[in-house]
């Protein structure tokens, strides 16, 4: 069974700070990783992808990825009240399904 | 304007009953899915389509169907053999089945009466 884990949280940080999230994958053959951003009742939109290990930033954003230790992470710098949202992390196996964690929620507060 | 449509917000199941989510892409994407999403937990895939008249069972298939006749079109019918059908119903689309980017539209809701 392939997996992807993340810490369901919430993750409390103040606002103007770097929120961290992270993300383990259990299939090695695994290519191409995604951050999408989840409000309460709304449908995923997508963050970021991440295809190289290192690190790759848009805006306040950036993706990081360790194919080694099958591990990816996303760093929110400056929070915002307006990131508060349930985070999910999505891995493409190596058979191009995407597989899901369960989402960590973040919570920023003013 | 682009994206993906997915009708009605909310449905209400009876108890027996089939039900049809509708979803609509005008991206000219090749492939479409359909997830389910229960109450803290990530999505789990129940069909994909990589082409027209072409489709794939996902992880949690049972008790779904669906039908690609248009590449613009992948409606999900919620059969009576699903018994537990409440939760959230996203459709997704990408260029290509390898083409990795998913877009999702609004989402359906569905409940049981």
């Known amino acids: 069974q392939k997996e992807v884990e993340q810490n369901s949280g919430p993750l409390s940080v103040p606002e103007g700070a770097i929120a961290s999230l992270n993300c383990t994958y259990s299939d090695r053959g695994s290519q191409s990783f995604f951050w999408y951003r989840q409000y309460s009742g709304k449908s995923p939109e997508l963050i970021m992808s991440?295809?190289?290990?290192g690190d790759k930033e848009d805006g306040r954003f950036t993706a990081q990825l360790n194919k080694a230790s099958q591990y990816v992470s996303l760093l929110i710098r400056d929070s915002q009240p307006s990131d508060s949202a349930t985070y999910l992390c999505a891995v493409m196996d190596s058979s191009y399904k995407l597989i899901f964690g369960s989402g960590t929620r973040l919570l920023v507060r003013p | 304007d682009g994206g993906i449509t997915q009708s009605p917000k909310y449905l209400f199941r009876k108890e027996g009953q089939n039900v049809t989510l509708s979803c609509e892409q005008n991206l000219n994407h090749d492939a479409m899915y359909w997830y389910r999403q229960d109450p803290g937990q990530g999505l789990r895939l129940i069909y994909y389509s990589q082409i027209v008249n072409d489709f794939q069972k996902g992880d949690i298939a049972e008790g779904y169907s669906v039908s690609r006749e248009k590449k613009e079109s992948f409606p999900l019918t919620v059969t009576s053999a699903q018994k537990n059908p409440t939760a959230f119903y996203l459709c997704?689309?990408?260029?290509?089945?390898?083409?990795?980017?998913?877009?999702f539209g609004p989402g359906t809701r569905l409940l049981v009466l």
């Open positions: 997704a689309s990408s260029i290509g089945i390898r083409q990795e980017t998913q877009y």
């Open positions: 991440i295809y190289s290990n």
